[in-house]
């Protein structure tokens, strides 16, 4: 039975947000739009705001002004489990998976919206994108490498076939290889398959090999957006995030 990893990917974007924390704004006047088929990236130096965007988008930040919505739907501040059901899955920089749980079981709780008869379809179609997972469904999350544990973090996610995927730092703590096989083979095949995606990236050079549009956030603000390619002939752009070297063409 073929059983499909994402559904079609809808339009996530937001109006003039600022979203922070006991009413104190981190990050002001974000206006982005991740599509269909694309790889939208934010890049920007630590302390500006990426994974509090990321945050609020799906419901764990609140929004402060500003709206976010999904496929035309507006789902500003709705619980996290709300903005699941509507499409989006998200995948946290930390705290991404259950170390004590076997894979198998972390996915299964990723399938929780799920009827219990769809689950191993559902986890069959994830292994057979992660195949390596295949081997170690009985192995404890806490026992895998930096790359196996985040195929398990996407894999998790995928259980409920995303039209979004959000995905925050998904390289951080990886070997350089391992960092850009995530990157080039996953990330980027999810886009090449259909689904939207919206990735923070502390590597600013990989991130725009994969990204069909980039957004520059700083102090909380963007301050640079546009394509790759255009960025990386913006001298400001490529001294303060290139350390002052274009991406080879």
């Known amino acids: 039975m073929s059983v499909e990893l994402s559904q079609p990917g809808l339009v996530l974007s937001t109006t003039a947000l600022s979203a922070g924390y006991d009413g104190r704004a981190i990050v002001s006047d974000i206006s982005i739009e991740a599509s269909p088929g ?30 976010v919505s999904v496929g035309g739907n507006d789902i500003t501040n709705l619980p996290s489990e709300e903005v699941a059901k509507l499409g989006v899955g998200y995948v946290p920089q930390i705290d991404d998976v259950f170390p004590p749980l076997t894979v198998k079981e972390n996915l299964e709780i990723g399938g929780y919206l799920l009827r219990r008869s769809e689950i191993p379809d559902r986890i069959a179609a994830v292994v057979d994108r992660f195949p390596r997972l295949k081997e170690m469904m009985s192995r404890k999350a806490g026992k895998l490498s930096g790359g196996e544990r985040k195929m398990l973090a996407m894999g998790r996610v995928l259980m409920l076939s995303p039209s979004v995927l959000v995905l925050d730092e998904p390289t951080a703590n990886l070997a350089p290889m391992v960092a850009t096989q995530l990157l080039e083979e996953y990330v980027r095949g999810f886009a090449d398959q259909g689904s939207t ?3 923070v990236e502390q590597r600013a050079k990989s991130a725009l090999r994969i990204s069909d549009w980039t957004y520059v956030l700083g102090g909380g603000r963007v301050v640079l957006d546009g394509a790759p390619k255009d960025l990386q002939e913006n001298p400001l752009f490529v001294e303060s995030f290139l350390g002052g070297s274009s991406i080879p063409k």
Request: no cysteine.
């Open 38 to 67: 694309k790889v939208i990236s934010i890049v920007g130096p630590n302390g500006s705001g990426k994974s509090t965007l990321l945050k609020a988008l799906v419901g764990v930040v609140r929004v402060l002004d500003g709206t």
């Open 197 to 199: 995606v919206l990735l």
